[in-house]
C-alpha cells in the first residue's frame, strides 16, 4: 500500500531542494556502499519532481548509509512542510 500527499511542486518547490534530489538519486546509482535495490527509492524521488511526497519515503531510507539517510531526511521534511493538495491511499 503506498500512501502519498500531492502538492504543487511548481509553487513550493525551489531550485536547491530540486538540485538536491537530483544529487541523491546520482548517489544511488553511483556509490558502491549501497547493498539494496533502491528503483522504489529512486521512483518516489522522482514522484517529488512531480509533486507527490510517498510516506514510506522515510521508512526505505533507513536503508541508506548515514550520510545518505540524513539528506534525503532533509529533503523529506522540507516537502512534507509543503501545502497539502490531496491524500490518496493505495
Not at 502519498?4 to 531542494?17: A, G
Not at 537530483?22 to 558502491?32: D, F, G, H, P, V
Not at 531510507?61 to 491511499?89: G, H, M, N, W
Request: glycine share 2%.
Amino acid at each position: 500500500m503506498s500512501n502519498f500527499t500531492k502538492f504543487n511542486r511548481h509553487e513550493t518547490m525551489n531550485s536547491d531542494t530540486l538540485t538536491e534530489i537530483m544529487s541523491i538519486k546520482r548517489s544511488l546509482w553511483t556509490r558502491e556502499d549501497i547493498k539494496f535495490e533502491t528503483s522504489t527509492l529512486e521512483n518516489w524521488l522522482f514522484g517529488l519532481m512531480d509533486g507527490y511526497l510517498y510516506e514510506n519515503l522515510i521508512l526505505e531510507a533507513q536503508k541508506l548509509p548515514v550520510d545518505l539517510y540524513e539528506r534525503l531526511t532533509s529533503v523529506y521534511f522540507i516537502c512534507k512542510d509543503y501545502p497539502i493538495s490531496e491524500t490518496k491511499v493505495f
